[in-house]
């Protein structure tokens, strides 16, 4: 009887599950990689969470905001405002929210500026010239007393 088939067939099935168990292993060992940085991330994570949550319990509390009116520009007029450095008029309020530059859109927005003023959202520091109420404090205190 000559064995020699079944020998190089089993030769072939062992060196299949080599390759197979090498790939694995290989398979592991970035699992391992990538479970490790995950693991990492996560520690870093909560390191910033309770960094955060201890320096939130410093800063004083801030002011609830109003309710704002029901119109999609409201909280994209307070965003451009919240990057501004100086006060803006309502021309440079449409112009930042890409309106076009008819009398109708800048009186319609110029009427929305007042209107977050009576919110005390904003502050007009001159006719027609408005600031956000935090940058406006802000720009006050940094002036000192009067």
């Known amino acids: 009887m000559n064995i020699q088939p079944l020998l190089d067939a089993l030769d072939i099935q062992e060196e299949a599950a080599r390759v197979l168990a090498d790939d694995l292993r290989t398979q592991i060992t970035e699992l391992q990689n990538q479970l490790r940085a995950a693991e990492t991330q996560l520690e870093h994570l ?5 960094t955060v949550t201890a ?3 410093r800063l004083p509390a801030h002011p609830v905001s109003p309710d704002l009116p029901e119109h999609p520009d409201y909280p ?3 965003a ?3 990057e501004a450095t ?10 930042a929210l890409d309106h ?9 927005t110029r009427a929305k500026l007042k209107r ?13 010239s408005y600031r956000g109420t935090l940058a406006a404090r ?3 205190t940094a002036r000192g007393p009067h």
């Open 86 to 95: 100086g006060p803006l008029r309502a021309r440079d309020v449409c112009e």
């Open 46 to 50: 909560a390191i910033t969470r309770k």
């Open 116 to 128: 977050l003023v009576k919110l005390d959202v904003l502050t007009e520091v001159d006719t027609g």
């Open 100 to 108: 076009e530059m008819l009398p109708n859109n800048i009186e319609g």
């Open 138 to 140: 802000a720009s006050d």
């Open 80 to 82: 451009v405002f919240n």
């Open 76 to 78: 994209h007029i307070l």
């Open 55 to 57: 320096l939130t319990e």
